[in-house]
């Protein structure tokens, strides 16, 4: 049931003189591409998508839910590589790089991926919260080993001397 998403492809052949004798094509269900997806193990609020050269998306791991956007907005031009923001369909902005799925220039595919922006600055707010936390409390360690030292090295001998010339006196 329902419509299917396809990678289609065709290739001249030519004789020696050039000549087109026949034109070979393919097209391959995406079920495939799905399934690998399936098996690997993307980081959480991460997807990847995978877009014809006219930004229409035909595969998609998690997959679209219905009535989803599945048009991405191509740069002009021919890109190889570009980044874009985008609104998911979970209402949160996302990042999304992508790169030529082919490695020739033109009519490409190109896969993507995104992350989920509020997930990804959430991570390193919370790193660097914890490395803040633990450079407070270094702060305070080294603070207080350099007191009891500045006591123990500086503060007791400068009363010695007091002492002993309060004794001379």
Sequence with gaps: GGPRSTLRGALPVRDAGGRLLAVVS??????????????????????????DHEGAVFARHPPLEAGSDSVVVMPHGTPTEWMQRVRGGDGHPH????APLSGRLGAADYVGVSIDQHAAVAE????????????????????????FGVQRAVIRRV???LEATDRLH
Excluded: K, M, Q, Y
């Excluded at 390193?124 to 007191?147: K, Y």
């Design 26 to 51: 393919v097209e391959l269900g995406t079920d495939w591409l799905h399934r690998v997806a399936a098996r690997v193990r993307l980081p959480e609020h991460t997807s990847f998508i995978v877009v």
């Design 95 to 98: 990042i999304v790089a992508f």
């Design 124 to 147: 390193a707010t919370g790193a660097f919260g914890r490395n803040l936390s633990l450079l407070l409390l270094l702060r305070l360690l080294v603070s207080g080993l350099a007191w």
């Design 159 to 161: 009363d010695a001397l």
